[in-house]
């Protein structure tokens, strides 16, 4: 890392061309072909949660410009109505899998933008007040995920947000040369859900926050160097939820020029080839957070410019 401020310009750039390939592969969002199986239907759910999570941030931060507001807009009635069906295809997951958290975490993004459910809403009221929904099993990042999105969605909560966050690895602070691929995915996801994806950036407790500050930089690096492009995406994105964030030039440049002139992000090294629904499932996820990532360097750097 170099020390240098990346330019707004340069981040902002990297959001406009994958919000770009994501709109112009909003088909791929949807299950293929007639006579698809249940499992594929439930699978195709987690793009669709990826990309509503961070639609949400890119219509809060406002950094995106007018016309990838209308981009995000359009893309959230395309998958609320034409591949969820309203809600509905959510409500028959509920139906499938009761005691199932997926369709809470998807839907409570939509349900935060004004698009609702009934159904949802009623099964939801009833699941939470069981045990078996408190007691679901869960490592501990996923645990505060679910805490969070509970709360979100005014549900009671499974667990102590503050014993969930201490009960993850980073909440731990351990020694941070042990970090690995799996475990720096586990360091993301707790900033994510502590910070409510980058909204209250404040909300990291003052130790997690002075570690992260301390040994982020060097994991940056590393993957980086590797490039990881999928992880160092997530990784930028919890640097631009520490009090003061690096935004660092040459990083960032290494990760632009990752990106193909479309838009997508390869998850690691090149770019795949193959069918275009096979590239999408490959490159989907870090195309996703190169938007995410871009969108919170921007909003970082214009706060700082303009203070």
């Given amino acids: 890392m170099t020390g240098r401020r990346v330019s707004p310009k ?67 009635d395309f998958v609320w109505q034409e591949v969820l069906d309203g809600g509905d295809l959510l409500f028959w997951m509920q139906r499938e ?84 691929y799996n475990l720096a995915y586990a360091v993301t996801h707790t900033v994510f859900h502590l910070t409510d994806w980058g909204r209250h950036p404040d909300n990291l407790p003052d130790e997690v926050a002075e570690y992260l500050a301390l040994w982020l930089p060097a994991w940056i690096d590393e993957w980086a160097a590797e490039g990881d492009w999928d992880l160092l995406g ?13 935004l660092d030039e040459d990083v960032w440049r290494r990760f632009a020029e990752a990106q193909t002139p479309e838009g997508a992000m390869p998850a690691r090294g090149a770019m795949p080839t193959g069918a275009p629904h096979e590239v999408f499932d490959l490159v989907h996820h870090p195309t996703i957070v190169a938007a995410f990532a871009a969108t919170m360097a921007t909003s970082r750097a214009l ?4 203070t």
Avoid at 303 to 306: D, K, N
């Fill in 10 to 76: 340069v981040s902002h750039q990297v959001g406009v061309a994958a919000l770009d390939w994501l709109t112009a592969n909003r088909e791929q969002f949807r299950a293929r072909g007639a006579g698809v199986s249940d499992f594929e239907v439930k699978e195709r759910l987690k793009p669709v949660g990826e990309l509503v999570l961070i639609s949400g941030v890119l219509l809060r931060e406002g950094v995106a410009g007018s016309r990838q507001a209308k981009q995000v807009s359009r893309l959230l």
């Fill in 97 to 180: 899998e009761p005691l199932s958290p997926i369709p809470m975490e998807v839907y409570v993004p939509f349900r935060e933008m004004g698009r609702s459910h009934p159904g949802i809403e009623n099964h939801l009221r009833l699941v939470s007040r069981t045990g078996s929904w408190r007691a679901l099993e869960a490592i501990p990042h996923r645990r505060l995920g679910l805490s969070r999105f509970s709360a979100r969605a005014d549900l009671p909560v499974c667990a102590d947000v503050g014993d969930a966050a201490r009960n993850t690895w980073l909440g731990q602070t351990p020694e941070p040369w042990t970090v690995d």
């Fill in 234 to 246: 997530e990784l930028l994105v919890v640097d631009a939820c520490l009090p003061e964030p690096a």
């Fill in 303 to 306: 706060a700082e410019l303009s």
